[in-house]
């Protein structure tokens, strides 16, 4: 996607220098004008001093006039204390000198080692690179720049007719370890040239991040960095009514893309599993189960290895903290039956459930017997290179 753009925006990736390794590490979005925005952020109680700063910013703006986001890759400015938040305030203000807008206009984001104060120098030689090279076809360099331990960027683009026109949605991710949804997970950043107001697309946007990226997890440990971005720059009348149901339906679509990319990219993955829970006797409920099985380090494990141990799966289900009634419970790996009724089912195959692990996606689906709810999550294997990546994270 490095020549794929959103109208009505302008892209940038540059090199500060931040991160250990070489490559692209500050990034900028510059919206033409003043554009609606909206966010969803970790709910981690920890949280970075741009995550902070971004949550006011947005809050005293009220979802609208921002004309553009500053991310650095390779330093979360996290656990960084107060010399922290002058940092971020600092990249707030170089960035707005860039982009030609008030400070209070530009939303921070940062994401990599915790604990570590920003090199400022480096960043802001970084934003000034990058303020001199927005494009409109900068998209691709600014989906690279924001990358950590990934293994590659994550794109993905939607054009829908809304009011009479053609709306373009672009959008992009990061992240590969520390994920577990609370809110948001990683850095995402989603460009529209919809024109929509403050309320409806901060609804729209909850509706959109809770299906996708509140439905995966590579680890159980949600970041003190999480944010999500919707930036709506269009202008003319407001999407309301069926094209405002339809752009969330499209904005929901790309954030399934993105979040299943995030997870096929994860830190050592090489299975992602679809855990379906049905029979739940609330949403609420089948939500619990099913993100207690997909954050099991037992079950993750078990994927790893390709053991279809469902004495494992039983037992996150138990300690999801919902009432259940263990002898309705039923286990599916694709299409072979592990447990019925609480126990080993009569037509188990062994060798069978073993072979449908060892595909790189299948679904695992889990009956509850207690109502009519279900819920999804996307898993993955939990393997040795996990362990070996974030052993080494720092050094």
Not at 11 to 32: N, Q
Not at 87 to 106: F, L, T
Not at 244 to 272: M, P
Request: positive net charge; hydrophobic residues 45%; proline residues 4%.
């Amino acid at each position: 996607m490095a020549d794929v753009g959103c109208p009505g925006f302008r892209f940038a990736g540059a090199r500060g220098g931040i991160k250990h390794k070489a490559g692209l590490d500050v990034a900028l979005i510059a919206c033409d004008r003043p554009a609606t925005a909206a966010a969803v952020f970790t709910s981690n109680r920890v949280k970075a001093a741009p995550v902070r700063l971004s949550q006011r910013t947005l809050r005293a703006a009220g979802g609208a006039g921002i004309r553009g986001v500053v991310v650095n890759s390779g330093n979360a400015n996290a656990c960084t204390g107060p010399r922290g938040a002058a940092d971020a305030r600092r990249m707030q203000a170089e960035a707005a000198a860039a982009i030609g807008c008030a400070p209070g206009e530009v939303l921070v984001a940062s994401t990599g080692v915790i604990g570590t104060p920003l090199p400022m120098d480096r960043v802001d030689a970084g934003i000034a690179l990058a303020g001199a090279a927005l494009a409109r076809g900068g998209f691709g360099r600014f989906a690279e720049a924001i990358l950590t331990t990934d293994r590659g960027p994550k794109t993905a683009r939607r054009t829908v007719r809304l009011g009479g026109r053609k709306v373009t949605l672009l959008g992009c991710t990061k992240g590969a370890g520390m994920i577990a949804p609370n809110m948001a997970t990683t850095l995402t950043f989603v460009t529209t040239d919809a024109a929509i107001g403050p309320a409806a697309l901060a609804a729209a946007t909850r509706a959109a991040v809770g299906p996708t990226f509140n439905a995966i997890a590579v680890d159980g440990d949600t970041s003190t960095n999480d944010m999500l971005t919707v930036l709506a720059g269009g202008a003319g009348r407001k999407l309301a009514g069926k094209d405002l149901a339809g752009f969330t339906a499209a904005l929901q679509d790309l954030l399934g893309d993105l979040a299943r990319q995030l997870i096929t990219d994860g830190e050592g993955v090489h299975h992602v599993v679809e855990v379906y829970v049905r029979g739940a006797a609330s949403a609420r409920a089948g939500q619990a189960v099913a993100r207690r099985i997909a954050t099991s380090p037992l079950v993750k494990t078990a994927i790893a290895g390709g053991d279809p141990n469902w004495g494992r799966i039983l037992c996150a289900v138990g300690n999801a903290g919902v009432a259940i009634r263990p002898e309705r419970i039923a286990v599916w790996l694709d299409e072979q039956p592990l447990c019925s009724a609480g126990a080993r089912a009569a037509d188990h195959d062994e060798a069978a459930a073993a072979a449908v692990m060892q595909r790189p996606s299948y679904t695992m689906t889990v009956e509850l017997g207690q109502g009519r709810a279900e819920a999804r999550y996307l898993a993955c294997d939990l393997s040795h290179e996990y362990v070996t990546i974030n052993a080494d994270y720092r050094t």
